[in-house]
């Protein structure tokens, strides 16, 4: 074997090796390409580290420090004390490795992958008029959630640090003791499992409760984000239609009966519909003939602005196959991430396992900072200082809007949660109207966007007015007037398809 | 229709009815239960507020709010102002509704579902002797947590309360520099993606890159929960044997290129066995000619005793067939549930908008603060103060094991990570052991329940040194030795089957 000592290829790989990470790894980073591209081939010497150093202008601690690690890994061998040589077992592929071949440019996402890519609707932007479903965080007690969090957060309380199973206890008490007293709902903790947030929550019930292939039933309109939760999950998502008194089962679809019915029954999203009594009882009468579980999205229920909180499909079910779901985003701030399922008694152990093994629970020092939060009152008072603030704005939303359009648009909802829905009179390109509203800076949701298919397609705009106090809201109000006038027709013509 | 108060069904389901949640739900709940088990029959008229409020000895007003619950609801209606009467719309299900019937006792979990509970493997214990896979929390510098993290929760940092999208910018460059300086990996911040922990990490990267019925390569032995996130999301996991230079590929199996290659290279979970460079550079050059993806599980780098990080798996790919997992969990704390994936450029988008689609992202606050952490020096800091400490640890563990137990155990791994892996020289029960030392309160994993197939099974323990100060490992290492003892032969009787 020759006794070449090669430095050229050394020094011109160093030369073009990144410079951002400091000189050790540079010059590993040299070395280590020059070896998989063959230019430093199997069982050549490498130079001295002094000659190295001197050739590179660098401190020999440096060229050292970079032979060890190469030395380490496999790159380079010693032999018997004498110098150093490229290890005799490595391959130089041929042309996998060169410099420079930056990827074959083929992105190989799964079918599934794709699916779920094609219909993400999260956005990027996050706050503003008017985007849905997201409160005003400016008048949340910071100071007092920093203080309770806090308090968990200290090696007298390091037990909580570890990873969690099957929830905070105390989290779970205080929630099932709520959800009785608001929701008329007779749970115990056992049943109540922790999530962090609603997605997560409709998956996990997907996981466990249905297998790939499985129906489920979609509100339609509805919310996107279950609907692509549950496609990702493997099932096929059948659109069922909403009228006034919320999910209106086709007929013809009775016939065929889903692994699992996704509602939003004390405010339907996006329609505002209250599922109304004979509607329930059908619903869990179906259900239980059937073997249907029902999810009940119970997503703003303490933001009523007219009357008491309407009591929950869970607890008016005695078979017991409605899955409640509640979440913190919309009363505390969506960035906790904290949310619930409770569960029927016979399904708590098998959610308890299931959660802990998809996820490994944890989070805690917040489950216990909330437990504390809502037990000393402030979750109620935030709740009270903010209802009034929103009812204002929702009001002041609907008048500007109906004061310039009047009959061209109707409302639906506006009794709860953080939005409102509104109509128009004729079938505008609700979509186009966003796209100029986003132009100017405010977020509108279309709402023909909620919907899966067209027969229940509606134009519109979903509005979030929780995050506009009313001394600021005339003004993206005139960017929404403005971007639905370019879009409507003059007033003689037909509307058109 | 008879004019017939009905007082008496009322009385009887008050009685009856759950005392815990205020009058007013109780008497909500009576009167409802009594409608809808057709005790109260449609039609029928309801006592006047004052009559029943006398009968129950509840305040005018209680009777009244229940009431006016019960006609929002739709049980009751009003008839032009004179008296209150229960809907004529309730049908009373035949049966199903009725008192008591709590459920029809079938549990139908879905066959995904089933095969996720039998596999399921999350611990409720989660520490103490010798819990593998947790760090020691006490010394993690909370005060220091606590302040920082306290700087992102207040009102001037509210956009951090909302939802996420792309994670927080600061902590991908500060992750982005971190890994270039510490494992060799040139990324920019845009190709880091933020996650709650490593099964999570597991599983998107299963959604976004796989489709059901795709296969998957696991170490074997290896990590249960990525084998279980792998198989719930519905691959078809493949095990291919472990040696002293990691992964094995069986020359069968090369014949079947799976979608995924799920591997620990820089210290293989649970035998410790350091990728050598030929199976590295061999399994990229295979994962590139068949389009298979390689997962690299990155757990527990920063805890190397004896020598560098070793450089990854990620940076060694050219052609970026790799995807990089890495966790806080191990350094930090568990409970904080905070990882991350390095995704190849070519698929920083698709993953960015899958994760944001799927998990709905937050937790801002926690992330700035991580950033800072880590910027500031603590993290770097902390690393520094707990690798002596675990070392000691881990020394003395493998000390007074071999003391006592010399040549029937051997060691596999010990130069990273915060566990020991023993192997028995004999093949005894080492689930009968676990069993026996856990009736003792020591945790310790059998070292064959990590493997799927019993050809690559081994006997031993896995074993968590870390929560273990010095001071307080005699007790559970004698607990353990006479686990052990308890189910040896003696000398001269063969291992047996």
Not at 162 to 187: E, F, W
Not at 444 to 458: G, H, I, K, Q
Request: one cysteine or more.
């Amino acid at each position: 074997m020759p006794r070449e000592i090669s430095v050229e290829p050394i020094v011109a790989a160093f030369a073009g090796a990144p410079v951002r990470n400091g000189l050790r790894n540079r010059l590993y980073l040299a070395v280590r390409q020059a070896i998989l591209s063959g230019r430093l081939p199997a069982g050549a010497e490498l130079p001295s580290s002094r000659s190295l150093a001197r050739e590179l202008g660098v401190a020999r601690n440096t060229v050292l420090r970079a032979y060890e690690l190469l030395l380490a890994e496999g790159y380079l061998e010693g032999r018997g004390g004498s110098g150093t040589f490229v290890s005799e077992r490595i391959r130089a592929p041929q042309g996998t490795m060169t410099e420079g071949a930056g990827g074959n440019g083929q992105v190989a996402v799964s079918a599934r992958g794709k699916t779920l890519l094609a219909h993400a609707a999260s956005s990027r932007l996050q706050g503003g008029a008017f985007m849905p479903g997201i409160p005003d965080v400016s008048h949340f007690p910071f100071a007092v959630w920093r203080r309770i969090l806090g308090r968990y957060l200290r090696p007298e309380q390091r037990h909580l640090a570890q990873y969690g199973y099957g929830g905070y206890g105390p989290l779970k008490t205080v929630l099932a003791q709520y959800l009785g007293m608001t929701r008329m709902m007779s749970c115990t903790p056992q049943q109540v499992v922790i999530v962090n947030g609603t997605h997560q929550a409709v998956d996990l019930i997907a996981r466990v409760l249905a297998d790939v292939g499985d129906r489920a039933w979609m509100e339609d309109p509805g919310y996107w984000g279950a609907r692509n939760v549950l496609q990702a999950a493997g099932l096929e998502v059948v659109a069922q239609p909403v009228d006034g008194e919320g999910l209106a089962i086709r007929p013809e679809e009775r016939e065929r009966p889903p692994r699992l019915i996704f509602v939003s029954p004390s405010c339907q999203y996006p329609t505002g519909a209250v599922m109304s009594l004979g509607r329930r009882l059908d619903l869990l009468e179906y259900a239980e003939r059937h073997g249907s579980w029902v999810i009940e999205d119970d997503y703003d229920n303490e933001m009523r602005f007219h009357s008491q909180p309407i009591a929950s499909l869970f607890g008016l079910s005695r078979s017991q196959r409605v899955i409640y779901v509640g979440t913190f985003s919309k009363v505390l701030f969506p960035g906790l991430r904290l949310a619930y399922l409770v569960v029927p008694p016979s399904l708590a152990e098998a959610f308890t396992v299931a959660n802990a093994e998809l996820y490994r629970e944890g989070r805690l020092p917040e489950q216990a900072a909330l437990a504390e939060f809502i037990d000393d009152g402030h979750f109620s008072a935030h709740i009270r200082r903010m209802r009034p603030l929103y009812r204002e704005r929702l009001e002041t939303l609907r008048e500007l809007l109906s004061g310039e359009l009047g009959t061209a648009v109707s409302f639906l909802g506006g009794h709860a949660g953080l939005h409102l829905t509104v109509q128009f009179a004729e079938p505008l390109d609700d979509v186009a109207i966003a796209a100029s509203a986003l132009n100017e800076g405010v977020i509108c949701r279309p709402l023909s966007r909620y919907s899966l298919e067209a027969s229940t397609r509606r134009s519109g705009m979903v509005l979030g007015f929780a995050p506009v106090p009313v001394e600021r809201m005339r003004r993206p109000v005139e960017i929404l007037l403005r971007a639905i006038g370019a879009h409507r027709r003059p007033s003689g013509q037909g509307a058109g398809g």
